[in-house]
């Protein structure tokens, strides 16, 4: 490798240099989206951060083996599947399908191998067998658990204390388990549901075995990183990390990382807190190169707070970097100008993502290499003009914040600038009325919350109130 990496490892909460079982390779493993309903944006964040660490190991050299799943087995689409009144495993498929369409919006490379748990039951039904081979599981009436107290290194991860845990507070605790902590592993065949046959009776996988069995399947007993939201450290990762080691007698995975949450407001992004984006209704407006920008302008392992300055920002930034993108086809060497801005960018912007996969660094040395190309671009030295092309090359490679066609991008945004000063307010001016009219709705202050549908209405803004709580607007013509 060209250069040492460091990662932030959540196993042992230290930053520490990369390194892989194989040399030169990386076993790479992504949790992936539930196929129930359309992604928000707060999905995005993973996904977008999860692409980021394929590209970027790609750049340093590594031949990556990278794994996304999907899971299309779940209580979230079979309950949602029974209000379509379809098939569960026909709505996964064409949420997969949806799910897919919004992945290419936002620039991503595609993953090694993308299995869904549908797929995946005879590794399920056998790592399941595996753990209980090993004395780490057990069956009742055609439902199997795994024994948290059998697997003495629970809690390596989230740091959390078997005993400390509280149980049977908020939820009545199962009194077919040995332990309150002991989750599922299978559970048996409900009338209406997709099941499998096994040893233990038809049934389907507990959440947390798929991706144990998918990330065998592909990458072996032994990962060289893991990544997902912070949401899943636990129980998601710590189940994932027991049942592996349970089955495998090995280590699961040696590197973990997790990205925080994006914000809306003071509150986490979420479907059930109704603060939800949708990815399709954001590109929809503003196009995918947005909303990558803006998921990637901080660090992964920093908060996101989502507000329409931080929209405004990066739109002005991809206006900025996509307009230099097309003009720089057109430079000349004109002179012997050169500089550290220009030929240093790229060494620069590697040893800020060798640093934990710092996007947010990186960005900043591009824009000081921009502003410096775009100040002398008369004077541009032979080596300098082909380093102009080296740079922003790298930047579409492994950040993916160039767009292979910039004309396009920039098209959407000059419709963007059409469409709000048509309506003789800016975005920002919109959204914060919105944001108002929701606050006064959620004070029951009625009056104020129709005067702002009435005062945006005089501007040619359509409001529309969704289902889930959100609100989104258009200009009319």
């Known amino acids: ?31 992936g989206p539930t196929t129930y309903d359309f992604l928000h ?12 660490f394929n590209r970027v190991l790609k750049a340093f050299g590594y031949e990556v083996n990278f794994v996304r799943n999907y899971t299309d087995v779940d209580d979230k689409i079979i309950d949602r599947a029974r209000q379509e009144g379809r098939d569960a495993l026909e709505h996964a498929a064409i949420f997969v399908k949806e799910c897919e369409t919004d992945m290419n919006s936002l620039g991503m490379m595609p993953a090694t191998h993308t299995p869904k748990v549908s797929e995946t039951m005879p590794e399920i039904i056998q790592m399941i067998q595996d753990i209980i081979k090993n004395g780490k599981a057990y069956e009742t009436e055609g439902e199997v658990f795994f024994h948290v107290p059998a697997f003495h290194d629970y809690g390596k991860l989230s740091k959390k204390d078997l005993d400390s845990l509280q149980h049977g507070i908020r939820v009545e605790v199962d009194g077919r388990k040995k332990h309150p902590s002991d989750f599922v592993l299978w559970k048996p065949a409900k009338p209406g549901e997709p099941s499998w046959d096994s040893p233990w009776g038809k049934g389907r996988p507990g959440w947390h075995i798929e991706c144990s069995a998918m990330a065998k399947k592909f990458l072996g007993n032994t990962l060289d990183l893991h990544h997902g939201g912070v949401d899943l450290m636990f129980p998601h990762h710590e189940n994932e990390i027991a049942q592996s080691e349970a089955a495998n007698n090995c280590p699961f995975c040696n590197n973990w990382a997790h990205n925080e949450f994006l914000n809306f407001g003071s509150e986490k992004m979420s479907k059930s807190l109704g603060n939800v984006i949708k990815i399709r209704d954001f590109v929809e407006k503003y196009g995918g190169q947005v909303l990558r920008h803006v998921l990637l302008s901080v660090h992964y392992r920093a908060r996101l707070e989502w507000s329409e300055e931080v929209i405004q920002r990066a739109i002005d930034e991809v206006k900025r970097i996509h307009e230099f993108a097309l003009e720089a ?31 947010a660094g990186a960005m900043g040395h591009f824009f000081s290499f921009l502003r410096n190309v775009k100040g002398n671009k008369d004077q541009l030295s032979p080596a300098s003009l082909e380093q102009v092309q080296k740079t922003l090359k790298f930047v579409e490679e492994a950040l993916g914040l160039v767009n292979k066609d910039p004309q396009a991008v920039l098209e959407i945004l000059k419709k963007l600038e059409q469409d709000t000063s048509s309506s003789g307010i800016d975005a920002t001016q919109i959204e914060a009325l919105i944001e108002e009219r929701k606050v006064a709705k959620a004070a029951k202050n009625w009056a104020r919350a129709d005067e702002i549908r009435k005062e945006l209405a005089q501007k040619n803004i359509v409001l529309k109130d969704n289902p889930d709580g959100s609100s989104s607007w258009t200009v009319q013509g």
């Open 41 to 52: 944006i707060g999905n995005a964040r993973a996904l977008v951060v999860g692409d980021l």
């Open 1 to 31: 490798m060209t250069r040492e990496l460091k990662i932030q490892n959540n196993l042992t909460r230290k930053k520490e240099v990369f390194k892989t079982i194989e040399p030169g390779k990386v076993k790479f493993y992504s949790c």
């Open 329 to 359: 086809k057109s430079y000349k060497a004109g002179g012997d100008y050169s500089s550290p801005e220009i030929s240093e960018c790229i060494d620069k912007m590697m040893d800020e993502l060798a640093n934990d996969f710092n996007s």
